[in-house]
Protein backbone atom coordinates (compact mmCIF):
# COMPACT_ATOMS: atom_id res chain seq x y z
CA UNK A 1 0.00 0.00 0.00
CA UNK A 2 0.80 3.48 -1.03
CA UNK A 3 1.93 5.25 2.44
CA UNK A 4 1.52 9.44 1.62
CA UNK A 5 2.73 10.61 5.10
CA UNK A 6 3.91 9.04 8.60
CA UNK A 7 1.69 6.94 9.99
CA UNK A 8 0.33 7.82 13.94
CA UNK A 9 -0.86 5.68 16.51
CA UNK A 10 -0.75 4.12 20.05
CA UNK A 11 1.29 1.04 20.57
CA UNK A 12 1.82 -1.41 23.74
CA UNK A 13 5.50 -1.94 23.80
CA UNK A 14 6.83 0.92 25.94
CA UNK A 15 4.42 0.66 28.84
CA UNK A 16 3.01 -2.52 28.98
CA UNK A 17 5.96 -5.32 27.00
CA UNK A 18 3.95 -8.89 27.57
CA UNK A 19 1.43 -7.43 30.17
CA UNK A 20 -1.14 -7.11 27.17
CA UNK A 21 -4.65 -7.97 26.92
CA UNK A 22 -8.15 -7.33 25.03
CA UNK A 23 -9.09 -5.35 28.06
CA UNK A 24 -5.78 -3.30 28.38
CA UNK A 25 -6.09 -2.81 24.32
CA UNK A 26 -9.55 -1.85 23.81
CA UNK A 27 -9.47 0.41 26.87
CA UNK A 28 -6.40 2.34 25.12
CA UNK A 29 -8.72 2.48 21.98
CA UNK A 30 -11.76 4.27 23.65
CA UNK A 31 -8.92 6.43 25.47
CA UNK A 32 -7.32 7.58 21.97
CA UNK A 33 -11.53 8.43 20.82
CA UNK A 34 -12.06 10.06 24.01
CA UNK A 35 -9.04 12.42 24.34
CA UNK A 36 -9.42 13.66 21.23
CA UNK A 37 -6.16 12.01 20.03
CA UNK A 38 -7.89 9.84 17.57
CA UNK A 39 -9.39 13.05 15.60
CA UNK A 40 -5.56 14.07 15.69
CA UNK A 41 -4.57 11.73 13.31
CA UNK A 42 -3.64 8.82 15.86
CA UNK A 43 -5.72 6.36 14.22
CA UNK A 44 -3.65 2.66 14.33
CA UNK A 45 -4.07 0.80 17.67
CA UNK A 46 -0.58 -1.78 17.70
CA UNK A 47 -0.42 -4.73 19.71
CA UNK A 48 3.43 -5.49 19.86
CA UNK A 49 5.29 -8.56 21.18
CA UNK A 50 3.99 -10.92 23.21
CA UNK A 51 0.75 -11.30 22.23
CA UNK A 52 0.96 -15.35 21.32
CA UNK A 53 0.72 -18.62 22.05
CA UNK A 54 4.63 -20.28 21.92
CA UNK A 55 3.53 -22.88 20.15
CA UNK A 56 1.63 -22.70 16.77
CA UNK A 57 -2.03 -24.45 16.39
CA UNK A 58 -2.30 -27.62 14.29
CA UNK A 59 -3.07 -26.27 11.43
CA UNK A 60 0.26 -24.41 11.26
CA UNK A 61 -1.40 -20.89 12.32
CA UNK A 62 -0.46 -18.65 14.78
CA UNK A 63 -2.70 -18.96 17.82
CA UNK A 64 -3.36 -16.05 20.20
CA UNK A 65 -2.49 -16.28 23.84
CA UNK A 66 -6.28 -17.23 25.35
CA UNK A 67 -5.86 -15.90 28.64
CA UNK A 68 -4.77 -12.41 26.81
CA UNK A 69 -7.39 -12.61 23.93
CA UNK A 70 -9.80 -14.98 25.27
CA UNK A 71 -11.93 -13.67 21.93
CA UNK A 72 -9.07 -13.68 19.48
CA UNK A 73 -7.56 -10.98 17.39
CA UNK A 74 -10.96 -10.98 14.80
CA UNK A 75 -12.82 -9.74 17.09
CA UNK A 76 -10.85 -7.12 18.91
CA UNK A 77 -10.62 -6.44 15.39
CA UNK A 78 -14.17 -5.87 14.61
CA UNK A 79 -13.97 -3.70 18.19
CA UNK A 80 -11.02 -1.23 17.18
CA UNK A 81 -12.60 -0.79 13.37
CA UNK A 82 -16.05 0.08 15.22
CA UNK A 83 -14.22 2.92 16.90
CA UNK A 84 -13.27 4.27 13.57
CA UNK A 85 -9.56 3.14 14.51
CA UNK A 86 -6.87 0.49 12.49
CA UNK A 87 -5.62 -2.74 13.98
CA UNK A 88 -1.66 -3.30 13.79
CA UNK A 89 0.24 -6.78 15.09
CA UNK A 90 3.47 -7.51 15.04
CA UNK A 91 5.82 -10.92 13.54
CA UNK A 92 9.46 -11.07 13.04
CA UNK A 93 11.38 -11.72 10.38
CA UNK A 94 14.36 -14.01 12.12
CA UNK A 95 13.90 -17.67 14.14
CA UNK A 96 11.93 -16.31 17.28
CA UNK A 97 10.47 -12.37 17.73
CA UNK A 98 12.51 -10.12 20.45
CA UNK A 99 10.81 -11.86 23.63
CA UNK A 100 11.41 -15.29 22.02
CA UNK A 101 7.60 -15.82 20.35
CA UNK A 102 7.21 -17.89 17.78
CA UNK A 103 8.30 -15.31 14.29
CA UNK A 104 6.76 -15.40 10.60
CA UNK A 105 10.49 -16.51 9.24
CA UNK A 106 9.66 -18.91 5.95
CA UNK A 107 5.84 -18.92 6.96
CA UNK A 108 5.09 -15.52 5.69
CA UNK A 109 1.91 -16.69 3.21
CA UNK A 110 0.47 -18.79 5.81
CA UNK A 111 0.86 -15.02 8.70
CA UNK A 112 -0.32 -12.90 6.29
CA UNK A 113 -3.22 -14.79 5.36
CA UNK A 114 -4.53 -15.20 9.01
CA UNK A 115 -3.36 -11.43 9.12
CA UNK A 116 -5.85 -10.41 6.99
CA UNK A 117 -8.35 -13.05 7.81
CA UNK A 118 -8.09 -11.40 11.49
CA UNK A 119 -8.68 -7.49 9.65
CA UNK A 120 -4.95 -6.49 10.44
CA UNK A 121 -4.29 -3.10 8.81
CA UNK A 122 -0.44 -2.94 10.21
CA UNK A 123 2.35 -5.31 11.03
CA UNK A 124 5.27 -4.37 12.93
CA UNK A 125 7.80 -7.19 11.47
CA UNK A 126 11.05 -6.78 13.65
CA UNK A 127 14.38 -8.66 13.16
CA UNK A 128 16.04 -10.35 16.09
CA UNK A 129 17.32 -13.46 15.71
CA UNK A 130 17.85 -13.27 11.94
CA UNK A 131 20.11 -16.21 10.75
CA UNK A 132 23.51 -15.17 9.70
CA UNK A 133 22.63 -17.06 5.73
CA UNK A 134 19.49 -14.97 5.42
CA UNK A 135 19.70 -11.39 4.06
CA UNK A 136 17.43 -8.81 5.33
CA UNK A 137 16.07 -7.35 2.45
CA UNK A 138 15.02 -10.67 1.42
CA UNK A 139 13.20 -11.43 4.52
CA UNK A 140 11.00 -8.22 4.15
CA UNK A 141 10.91 -8.49 0.42
CA UNK A 142 8.50 -11.76 1.31
CA UNK A 143 6.47 -10.37 3.98
CA UNK A 144 5.59 -7.51 1.70
CA UNK A 145 4.69 -9.79 -0.96
CA UNK A 146 2.99 -12.12 1.26
CA UNK A 147 0.93 -9.30 2.57
CA UNK A 148 0.17 -7.05 -0.47
CA UNK A 149 -1.08 -10.60 -1.89
CA UNK A 150 -2.86 -11.25 0.71
CA UNK A 151 -6.53 -9.34 -0.19
CA UNK A 152 -6.05 -6.69 2.37
CA UNK A 153 -4.24 -3.74 2.48
CA UNK A 154 -1.78 -4.04 5.33
CA UNK A 155 0.65 -1.35 5.64
CA UNK A 156 4.36 -3.20 6.55
CA UNK A 157 6.42 -1.57 8.74
CA UNK A 158 9.96 -3.27 9.35
CA UNK A 159 12.13 -2.91 12.26
CA UNK A 160 15.26 -4.11 11.92
CA UNK A 161 16.77 -0.83 13.85
CA UNK A 162 19.05 0.69 10.89
CA UNK A 163 21.13 -2.76 11.26
CA UNK A 164 22.87 -4.27 8.19
CA UNK A 165 22.73 -0.63 6.09
CA UNK A 166 19.06 -1.35 6.34
CA UNK A 167 18.88 2.69 4.40
CA UNK A 168 20.42 1.00 1.42
CA UNK A 169 17.61 -1.77 0.83
CA UNK A 170 14.51 -0.88 2.81
CA UNK A 171 12.92 1.12 0.19
CA UNK A 172 13.65 -1.70 -2.24
CA UNK A 173 11.49 -4.26 -0.19
CA UNK A 174 7.91 -2.37 -0.45
CA UNK A 175 7.94 -1.65 3.30
CA UNK A 176 5.89 1.69 3.99
CA UNK A 177 8.44 2.86 7.15
CA UNK A 178 11.25 1.68 8.72
CA UNK A 179 13.10 1.66 12.30
CA UNK A 180 16.23 3.56 11.47
CA UNK A 181 17.18 3.42 14.69
CA UNK A 182 17.58 1.67 18.07
CA UNK A 183 15.16 1.16 20.37
CA UNK A 184 14.30 4.05 22.44
CA UNK A 185 14.11 4.49 26.08
CA UNK A 186 12.31 7.09 28.13
CA UNK A 187 15.50 9.52 29.04
CA UNK A 188 17.34 12.17 27.33
CA UNK A 189 20.43 10.33 26.70
CA UNK A 190 18.22 7.75 24.69
CA UNK A 191 16.64 11.12 22.47
CA UNK A 192 19.49 12.84 22.38
CA UNK A 193 21.08 9.92 20.78
CA UNK A 194 18.23 8.73 18.16
CA UNK A 195 17.68 12.46 16.56
CA UNK A 196 21.84 12.86 15.96
CA UNK A 197 21.70 9.24 14.14
CA UNK A 198 18.64 10.51 11.96
CA UNK A 199 20.84 13.27 10.64
CA UNK A 200 22.77 11.45 8.29
CA UNK A 201 19.94 9.83 6.89
CA UNK A 202 17.42 11.99 6.49
CA UNK A 203 17.86 11.85 2.45
CA UNK A 204 16.72 7.76 2.65
CA UNK A 205 13.10 8.77 4.14
CA UNK A 206 10.02 10.38 2.91
CA UNK A 207 6.95 9.68 1.25
CA UNK A 208 6.51 5.82 0.45
CA UNK A 209 8.81 4.63 3.24
CA UNK A 210 8.89 7.03 6.18
CA UNK A 211 12.15 6.88 8.43
CA UNK A 212 11.10 5.27 11.66
CA UNK A 213 12.67 6.98 15.03
CA UNK A 214 10.80 4.47 16.85
CA UNK A 215 7.96 4.74 19.52
CA UNK A 216 7.47 8.00 21.46
CA UNK A 217 7.77 8.35 25.26
CA UNK A 218 6.12 11.23 25.97
CA UNK A 219 4.14 11.11 29.09
CA UNK A 220 5.91 7.68 30.00
CA UNK A 221 7.18 9.88 33.27
CA UNK A 222 9.71 6.84 33.66
CA UNK A 223 7.29 4.63 34.08
CA UNK A 224 6.45 0.95 32.41
CA UNK A 225 8.54 -1.73 30.12
CA UNK A 226 11.26 1.53 28.57
CA UNK A 227 10.41 4.15 31.32
CA UNK A 228 14.25 4.36 32.32
CA UNK A 229 14.88 7.98 34.50
CA UNK A 230 12.03 9.65 32.66
CA UNK A 231 12.52 13.27 30.82
CA UNK A 232 11.23 16.64 31.67
CA UNK A 233 8.67 18.37 30.35
CA UNK A 234 11.06 20.80 28.34
CA UNK A 235 12.76 17.05 27.30
CA UNK A 236 9.38 15.82 25.52
CA UNK A 237 8.72 18.80 23.95
CA UNK A 238 12.16 18.37 22.51
CA UNK A 239 11.71 14.95 21.90
CA UNK A 240 8.05 15.41 20.33
CA UNK A 241 9.17 18.47 18.08
CA UNK A 242 12.11 16.73 16.51
CA UNK A 243 10.18 13.84 15.50
CA UNK A 244 7.70 16.17 13.82
CA UNK A 245 10.65 18.38 11.66
CA UNK A 246 12.38 14.90 11.01
CA UNK A 247 8.68 13.64 10.06
CA UNK A 248 9.29 10.71 12.14
CA UNK A 249 5.89 8.29 12.21
CA UNK A 250 4.28 9.17 15.55
CA UNK A 251 3.42 5.99 17.43
CA UNK A 252 2.13 7.00 21.16
CA UNK A 253 3.86 4.34 23.60
CA UNK A 254 2.36 5.84 26.75
CA UNK A 255 -0.75 5.23 29.21
CA UNK A 256 -3.17 6.98 27.15
CA UNK A 257 -5.81 6.34 29.74
CA UNK A 258 -4.08 8.02 32.51
CA UNK A 259 -2.17 11.33 30.33
CA UNK A 260 -1.69 14.34 32.05
CA UNK A 261 -3.24 17.58 30.25
CA UNK A 262 0.56 18.91 29.82
CA UNK A 263 0.97 15.41 27.85
CA UNK A 264 -2.01 15.37 26.03
CA UNK A 265 -1.90 18.87 24.53
CA UNK A 266 1.97 18.30 23.63
CA UNK A 267 1.10 14.75 21.38
CA UNK A 268 -2.24 16.93 19.69
CA UNK A 269 0.25 20.03 18.90
CA UNK A 270 -1.59 21.30 16.01
CA UNK A 271 1.48 23.19 14.55
CA UNK A 272 3.91 20.33 15.06
CA UNK A 273 1.35 17.93 14.05
CA UNK A 274 1.02 19.66 10.51
CA UNK A 275 4.74 20.02 10.13
CA UNK A 276 4.96 15.84 10.69
CA UNK A 277 2.12 15.06 8.17
CA UNK A 278 3.04 17.86 5.78
CA UNK A 279 2.22 16.40 2.42
CA UNK A 280 4.90 17.59 0.39
CA UNK A 281 7.12 15.48 2.29
CA UNK A 282 10.75 17.45 1.67
CA UNK A 283 13.11 16.00 3.08
CA UNK A 284 14.61 17.96 6.24
CA UNK A 285 17.72 20.16 5.65
CA UNK A 286 20.30 21.34 8.22
CA UNK A 287 21.62 25.11 8.77
CA UNK A 288 23.45 24.93 11.92
CA UNK A 289 27.22 24.91 9.96
CA UNK A 290 26.71 28.67 10.40
CA UNK A 291 26.09 28.78 13.89
CA UNK A 292 28.86 30.77 15.88
CA UNK A 293 28.76 27.98 18.39
CA UNK A 294 28.81 25.25 16.16
CA UNK A 295 31.47 22.69 16.53
CA UNK A 296 31.61 20.17 14.07
CA UNK A 297 33.49 17.48 16.68
CA UNK A 298 30.70 18.16 19.10
CA UNK A 299 27.69 17.80 17.89
CA UNK A 300 25.25 18.89 20.11
CA UNK A 301 23.29 21.48 18.34
CA UNK A 302 21.43 21.40 15.20
CA UNK A 303 18.76 23.56 13.06
CA UNK A 304 16.57 22.14 11.04
CA UNK A 305 14.26 23.26 8.22
CA UNK A 306 11.79 21.67 5.79
CA UNK A 307 9.99 23.32 2.84
CA UNK A 308 6.23 22.61 3.32
CA UNK A 309 3.67 22.36 0.68
CA UNK A 310 2.04 25.87 -0.22
CA UNK A 311 5.22 27.45 0.59
CA UNK A 312 5.72 27.50 4.54
CA UNK A 313 8.97 26.51 5.71
CA UNK A 314 9.31 24.63 9.49
CA UNK A 315 12.06 25.39 11.09
CA UNK A 316 13.88 24.50 14.28
CA UNK A 317 16.48 25.38 16.93
CA UNK A 318 17.19 21.81 18.65
CA UNK A 319 20.00 22.57 21.78
CA UNK A 320 20.73 19.12 22.63
CA UNK A 321 23.94 20.42 24.96
CA UNK A 322 24.18 20.57 28.35
CA UNK A 323 24.52 24.36 28.68
CA UNK A 324 22.96 27.21 26.88
CA UNK A 325 23.57 28.35 23.33
CA UNK A 326 22.74 30.73 21.15
CA UNK A 327 22.38 29.54 17.44
CA UNK A 328 21.73 31.61 14.52
CA UNK A 329 20.98 30.93 10.38
CA UNK A 330 20.32 33.15 7.54
CA UNK A 331 17.63 33.34 5.10
CA UNK A 332 19.57 33.15 2.58
CA UNK A 333 20.75 29.23 3.71
CA UNK A 334 16.41 29.04 3.45
CA UNK A 335 16.37 29.91 -0.55
CA UNK A 336 15.46 33.81 0.84
CA UNK A 337 18.12 35.95 -0.54
CA UNK A 338 18.29 40.37 -0.02
CA UNK A 339 17.03 39.80 -3.97
CA UNK A 340 14.15 38.28 -3.37
CA UNK A 341 12.34 41.33 -1.69
CA UNK A 342 10.87 38.67 0.98
CA UNK A 343 11.53 37.56 4.90
CA UNK A 344 9.50 35.16 6.85
CA UNK A 345 6.33 35.62 9.56
CA UNK A 346 7.79 33.33 12.19
CA UNK A 347 4.82 31.65 14.23
CA UNK A 348 6.01 29.82 17.58
CA UNK A 349 4.76 25.81 17.46
CA UNK A 350 4.53 26.14 21.17
CA UNK A 351 3.03 29.92 22.59
CA UNK A 352 1.93 31.04 18.77
CA UNK A 353 4.13 34.20 19.35
CA UNK A 354 4.77 35.82 16.06
CA UNK A 355 8.48 37.28 15.33
CA UNK A 356 10.77 38.08 11.66
CA UNK A 357 14.10 38.42 11.37
CA UNK A 358 16.31 40.70 11.70
CA UNK A 359 18.75 41.55 8.91
CA UNK A 360 18.08 38.39 7.56
CA UNK A 361 19.46 36.55 10.08
CA UNK A 362 17.28 34.27 12.38
CA UNK A 363 18.77 33.79 15.96
CA UNK A 364 17.75 31.67 18.89
CA UNK A 365 19.30 33.33 21.83
CA UNK A 366 19.50 31.54 25.27
CA UNK A 367 18.48 28.40 24.25
CA UNK A 368 18.27 26.61 27.46
CA UNK A 369 20.09 22.88 27.63
CA UNK A 370 17.86 20.28 25.96
CA UNK A 371 15.49 22.55 24.68
CA UNK A 372 14.03 23.96 21.08
CA UNK A 373 12.17 26.57 19.15
CA UNK A 374 10.19 25.22 16.60
CA UNK A 375 8.60 27.87 14.21
CA UNK A 376 5.79 27.53 11.35
CA UNK A 377 7.02 30.18 8.75
CA UNK A 378 5.36 32.47 5.87
CA UNK A 379 7.17 33.54 3.33
CA UNK A 380 6.00 37.65 3.07
CA UNK A 381 7.39 40.62 1.72
CA UNK A 382 10.28 41.98 3.38
C1 LIG B 1 12.50 -5.01 19.53
C2 LIG B 1 11.83 -3.79 18.91
C3 LIG B 1 10.95 -3.12 19.95
C4 LIG B 1 9.89 -4.10 20.44
C5 LIG B 1 10.58 -5.35 21.00
C6 LIG B 1 9.58 -6.46 21.28
O1 LIG B 1 13.38 -4.64 20.54
O2 LIG B 1 12.80 -2.90 18.42
O3 LIG B 1 10.33 -1.98 19.39
O4 LIG B 1 9.03 -4.43 19.38
O5 LIG B 1 11.52 -5.88 20.06
O6 LIG B 1 10.18 -7.61 21.78
Known amino acids: MVVNKPPMGWNSWNTYAEKIDEALILESARALKESGLADAGYNYVVIDDCWALHERGKDGKLVPDPEKFPRGMKALAGEIHALGLKFGMYSCSGLMTCARYPSSLDREWTDAQTFAEWGVDFLKYDYCYKPLNRRGEELYRAMQLALANSGREILLSACSWGADKTHEWIRSTGSGMWRSTGDIFDNWNSIKSLILQQLPILPYGGRGCFND ?4 VVGMNGKGNVGLGGCTEEEYRTHFAAWCMLQSPLMIGCDVRNMSEFTRS ?14 LCAQTFRLDALTVDFDPNKQDCCILARMLEGGDIALGFFNLSDSVKNLHCTLNDMGLGVSSGMTLEMCDCFTGEKRSPICGTVSALGLQPHACKVYRCKVVKA
Open 266 to 279: LLTNPMLLSIDQDP
Open 213 to 216: MDML
